[in-house]
């Protein structure tokens, strides 16, 4: 990872409020929730995951000494990052395993927490998740859209025509 500060725009002798202030600024001009065109929106979201990275390291360098987590735990943005990874690699199982890692839970965790358990047809689970996230966050609608499909995707499974596709996907794998 490039230097934190920098990517942040900030000199390195930066305390927590100047990394705060550098941060907000830096996500107003460039979260993914504020662009419509489908590729900008796939490198605002880069962006983003960079931006959460470099702040929650900036943070972390320019905490007073002990103050420091002396757990390897990853922060929440690693932790979705990582999830995010292994979703695009088709596995649901090592994403929900990445999320976990993560002792802190905000409303981009609880998203992908739902997108993870979707993928892995835990449409109930998923809904729970969604709706953690938009009650952390009641304005984003990517998240409410999010628990709008998983409650469809949980209709459209109790239907006949619903389990017929889970009968045929199992004969798949197998």
Same mark, same amino acid.
């Not at 905490?63 to 390897?72: I, Q």
């Not at 993560?102 to 739902?114: A, E, I, L, P, V």
């Given at each position: 990872?490039?230097?934190?500060?920098?990517?942040?725009?900030?000199?390195?002798?930066?305390?927590?409020?100047?990394?705060?202030?550098?941060?907000?600024?830096?996500?107003?001009?460039?979260?993914?929730?504020?662009?419509?065109?489908?590729?900008?929106?796939?490198?605002?979201?880069?962006?983003?995951?960079?931006?959460?990275?470099?702040?929650?390291?900036?943070?972390?360098?320019? +905490? %007073?000494?002990?103050?420091?987590?002396? @757990?390897?735990?990853?922060?929440?943005?690693? &932790?979705?990052?990582? #999830? $995010?990874?292994?979703?695009?690699?088709?596995?649901?199982?090592?994403?929900?395993?990445?999320?976990?890692?993560?002792?802190?839970?905000?409303?981009?965790?609880?998203?992908?927490?739902?997108?993870?358990?979707?993928?892995?047809?835990?449409?109930?689970?998923?809904?729970?998740?969604?709706?953690?996230?938009?009650?952390? +966050? %009641?304005?984003?609608?990517?998240?409410? @859209?999010?628990?709008?499909?998983?409650?469809? &995707?949980?209709?459209? #499974? $109790?239907?006949?025509?619903?389990?017929?596709?889970?009968?045929?996907?199992?004969?798949?794998?197998?």
């Amino acid at each position: 990872m490039n230097n934190p500060f920098e990517v942040l725009g900030l000199k390195g002798w930066a305390d927590q409020d100047e990394i705060r202030t550098a941060y907000r600024t830096l996500v107003k001009q460039c979260h993914p929730d504020m662009i419509q065109d489908p590729l900008l929106k796939e490198e605002a979201q880069t962006r983003m995951v960079q931006l959460n990275l470099a702040y929650e390291e900036a943070l972390r360098l320019a +905490s %007073p000494r002990g103050t420091a987590p002396a @757990s390897p735990q990853p922060s929440v943005a690693e &932790a979705i990052l990582m #999830a $995010e990874r292994a979703l695009a690699r088709d596995n649901p199982e090592a994403a929900l395993r990445q999320l976990l890692l993560s002792d802190k839970r905000d409303g981009d965790w609880y998203y992908t927490q739902g997108k993870v358990l979707m993928a892995m047809e835990q449409f109930e689970s998923a809904h729970q998740s969604f709706r953690e996230a938009v009650r952390r +966050s %009641p304005e984003n609608n990517v998240y409410r @859209s999010g628990a709008l499909a998983a409650v469809v &995707a949980q209709r459209e #499974a $109790e239907t006949l025509h619903g389990k017929m596709k889970k009968v045929l996907k199992s004969f798949r794998k197998k």
